[in-house]
């Protein structure tokens, strides 16, 4: 019986995780992360192995995307990124982080 209660403590435990992690829109708005000039996203202060990792799969789905986008139009992924890094900016809510284009973290 005390088996079952721990394997039943830990098949709780692993379902909860998921719901643990963090997404991009708190991330933002607890100021965590913001838009870099580079058209991807980065840690503004302090990090976390939770926030580099939201960091790291955000900027691989935004790299992807970017490159699809290039492909089509036949232009650098450097132009694409760096135009969404300007709508990106532009979307920000009050209180959430760009970075200028001196690499300076700016709150909106």
Known sequence: MHMLKKALLLVGFV???????ISLNEAKSQGLVGEANSGYIAI???????????VKEINAK???SYAQI??????????VAARAAEKLEARLSPGEYYQDNLGRWVRK
């Open 15 to 21: 379902i909860a995780l998921p719901a643990m992690a």
């Open 62 to 64: 935004r790299k992807t």
């Open 70 to 79: 290039a492909k089509r139009n036949n232009v650098d992924i450097a132009q």
């Open 44 to 54: 503004v202060d302090a990090s976390s192995p939770e926030l580099e990792k939201l």
